[in-house]
């Protein structure tokens, strides 16, 4: 864990600020929910709550059904981070933080397919991955994440069958987080 230095005192309704500089590094956004955990020693922590995080198994299940049947790399995200890879790229991109482009693609609610070229990085981690086709995960009109097709810069265009495979494994995702 590391100090930042800044203190805060508890208003009488018992909330505390969370700094401006601190949520705009942790992309924490209003209305994102946190998790609160605490231990023995007397520590507060504040997590981002990531709904999606709870299906990573099932999303990892997921991803493996999609590389099979394209045999490209298939991975879903959530509004923040990779949380499962299937094809390859997995040490490169699993739990690394999402570009800003990738981030602009899931708040317009709609897919994304690259037309090959140049491409849009999966992570700032590592710019080896590019986007070939994104589909945002929506629960009750809220963007909870992505599935992703990935491929290198240079690839050929992405095909209509990967991008209606992106799209209803988004729209069953969504589903099962709703219920």
Same mark, same amino acid.
């Given at each position: ?14 909330? @505390? @600020? ?5 949520? %705009?590094?942790? %992309?924490? %956004?209003?209305?994102? +929910? ?16 990531? +709904? ?7 999303? *990892? ?12 790399? *298939? ?8 949380? !499962? @890879? ?14 800003? /482009? ?6 317009? %609610? ?14 700032? !981690? ?5 986007? !070939?086709?994104?589909? +945002? ?9 992505? @599935? ?8 050929? +265009? *992405? ?7 992106? /799209? ?7 589903? /099962?987080?709703?219920?």
């Amino acid at each position: 864990m590391k100090a930042t230095g800044i203190v805060r005192r508890i208003d009488d309704l018992g909330r @505390v @600020v969370i700094p401006k500089e601190i949520r %705009r590094t942790m %992309r924490i %956004r209003e209305g994102d +929910p946190l998790e609160i955990f605490t231990d023995k020693d007397g520590e507060l922590i504040f997590k981002k709550y990531s +709904p999606i995080g709870e299906l990573t198994d099932f999303a *990892a299940q997921i991803c493996d059904s999609l590389r099979r049947t394209t045999d490209g790399i *298939a991975a879903v995200c959530d509004r923040d981070a990779v949380i !499962a @890879v299937s094809g390859g790229a997995k040490k490169e991109l699993l739990e690394k933080p999402i570009s800003a /482009q990738l981030a602009e693609i899931m708040e317009g %609610r709609a897919a994304y397919r690259s037309s090959g070229g140049g491409g849009i990085p999966a992570s700032p !981690a590592d710019e080896r991955y590019c986007l !070939a086709v994104a589909a +945002p995960i929506l629960t009750e009109g809220d963007v909870m994440g992505c @599935v992703l097709f990935l491929a290198p810069p240079g690839s050929p +265009p *992405a095909t209509e069958v990967e991008f209606k495979l992106a /799209q209803t494994a988004a729209l069953f995702l969504g589903k /099962q987080m709703e219920s």
